[in-house]
């Protein structure tokens, strides 16, 4: 943290994940994921997607 209480991500580090300008931080089980917000909404819109053809494809299972 900084002096203002800010989280600083090194240069190399929002180089490596390609973070732009807007970030998204994602809490997953024990930990903390950084992602560059447009990234994110594609990572989220194709997990949706998925989700709907997994269940689509299990109804027809009848599951």
Do not use: C, M
């Not at 900084?2 to 732009?20: C, M």
């Not at 917000?37 to 494809?57: C, F, L, M, P, S």
Request: aromatic share 10%; hydrophobic share 40%.
């Amino acid at each position: 943290l900084d002096k203002q209480g800010r989280f600083v991500v090194p240069e190399y580090l929002r180089s490596y994940a390609k973070l732009g300008k807007k970030v998204v931080i994602v809490g997953i089980h024990t930990r903390l994921e950084i992602w560059d917000e447009d990234t994110w909404n594609k990572y989220r819109e194709q997990t949706e997607t998925d989700a709907v053809d997994i269940a689509e494809e299990l109804g027809a299972l009848g599951i």
